[in-house]
């Protein structure tokens, strides 16, 4: 079943988006050659702690860490780590969900290590745009289909793959709701019609080569079975009688 949230949710909604920003652009001083994602993680719970808030992450379904660091190749819920040390030309997607006063925020950025090639960067750039161009097209009335078409639309010209065996997902007063958001185009979710209320993230995966995955023996990294690239942005969305309000962007400017 899908919630409808109240406008009271929204403003509970707005501040733990805003914290959940806050805490990326924390991150985002922190990265830089050097620097291991274990450090980053230690850090970056320490602030959530700070702020009166929890990571979501941490334990849940026995994930051991407060945030994903997902390194070049890795597509999603890299575990940080001693090992991983960043260096100069890598790209790292950061993934944070806090939960403040009992609402969950859910964001990811990617974020480039020094000096990256031009190929990393116009993946970057194509996710994050295809990302956004979906959000700010999403109205009333429209069927949730229209997130992954939108996304297709911009990416297919590029020769990109999109990731499908993960997808956004309905958030609010727990974790994971529904809708499933998948981000390319599949009529079967044509029957999903967005209304007011309606909260949920929407967060492309793409591979610079081809689609396929593997697990590795941790149970939770997941890397592109060519080795190459993936990259992630994701926002956490609220569905308004206008259009949509993007919880988790910096609401203080």
């Known amino acids: ?50 702020h009166g808030a929890k990571s979501a992450p941490l334990n849940y379904k026995g994930f051991p860490k407060s945030i994903c660091t997902s390194i070049n190749d890795v597509i999603c819920h890299g575990i940080p780590s001693t090992k991983d040390i960043l260096k100069d030309g890598d790209v790292v997607n950061i993934d944070v969900t806090v939960i403040l006063k009992g609402y969950y925020a859910d964001s990811s950025r990617m974020f480039k290590v020094g000096t990256v090639s031009k190929e990393s960067s116009q993946l970057i750039e194509v996710c994050h745009n295809a990302m956004m161009s979906s959000i700010n097209h999403l109205e009333p009335g429209m069927p949730i289909s229209i997130v992954g078409k939108i996304i297709e639309t911009i990416v297919k010209p590029y020769g990109y793959a999109i ?75 609220g569905i308004t009688e206008e259009g949509t309000v993007i919880f988790t962007e910096n609401h203080n400017t």
């Not at 949710?9 to 985002?28: E, N, R, V």
């Not at 080569?209 to 956490?236: C, M, N, P, Y």
């Open 163 to 237: 990731v499908e065996d993960f997808c956004g997902h309905g958030i609010g007063t727990t974790f994971h709701e529904d809708p499933q958001v998948v981000h390319y185009y599949d009529k079967a979710y044509d029957n999903i019609i967005l209304e007011p209320g309606m909260i949920f993230t929407i967060e492309p995966m793409l591979n610079a080569g081809k689609i396929k995955h593997i697990f590795e023996d941790d149970g939770w990294t997941v890397r592109t079975a060519d080795g190459k690239l993936s990259v992630q942005w994701e926002h956490t969305i």
């Open 1 to 50: 079943m899908i919630k409808r949230y109240t406008p009271k949710d929204f403003k509970k909604m707005i501040t733990s988006g805003q914290l959940a920003s806050d805490l990326l652009d924390y991150i985002g001083t922190l990265v830089r050659p050097g620097i291991s994602t274990e450090e980053i993680d230690r850090l970056a719970h320490k602030f959530t702690l700070n």
